[in-house]
């Protein structure tokens, strides 16, 4: 996305307009940088593995294997996503994955010094949205959290905060 398409979207979402469907909210750099560092570290121990002269194939296949493990939990770790469709929104945590529906949804909030956003359900819980979090890209999440606020307005939230 351009910088020009982003200044759009985050006047868009301020302003209130809810945004087109489907949409999907995911902390890119957060990914990006989980990513790139799983592969780095990986291959960097898949590499070391190699390169040393004195390994037995025992200790050459615990360095790979500890390479796809580290590798393996950040890709758990850049899981997190936020998916709104017509019927509903899909959260996707590190390790959990739950469906619900636009009523269900209370209040969206994003307060300053929270992580991510949570999520205020009818049934009294708050349920925590990873994929919308301020960490490396604060606006972004801002402008994420105001749409998704938007959206649960228009499909019936009754309170959003």
């Known amino acids: 996305m351009t910088a020009p398409e982003t ?3 985050s006047d868009e979402t301020a302003s209130g307009a809810v945004p087109a469907l489907p949409v999907t909210f995911r902390p890119a750099r957060t990914r990006a940088v989980l990513l790139t560092a799983g592969v780095a570290v990986f291959v960097a121990l898949a590499v070391i593995s190699v390169l040393l002269p004195n390994l037995s194939p025992g200790e050459r296949t615990s360095f790979v294997f500890t390479g796809a493990l580290l590798l393996g939990v950040l890709v758990l770790l850049s899981r997190p996503k936020v998916v709104a469709d017509d019927s509903g929104v899909t959260v996707v945590n ?8 636009w009523a269900e949804i209370v209040r969206v909030n994003l307060r300053p010094g929270d992580p991510w956003v949570f999520l205020d359900l009818t049934d009294g819980t708050s349920l925590p949205a990873l994929g919308i979090q301020p960490g490396i890209a604060k606006q972004r999440a801002i402008s994420d959290a105001r749409a998704l606020r938007a959206l649960a307005e228009a499909r019936g939230a009754t309170d959003v905060h």
């Open 94 to 101: 590190i390790a959990t994955k739950r469906r619900l529906e």
């Open 7 to 9: 200044a759009a979207m």
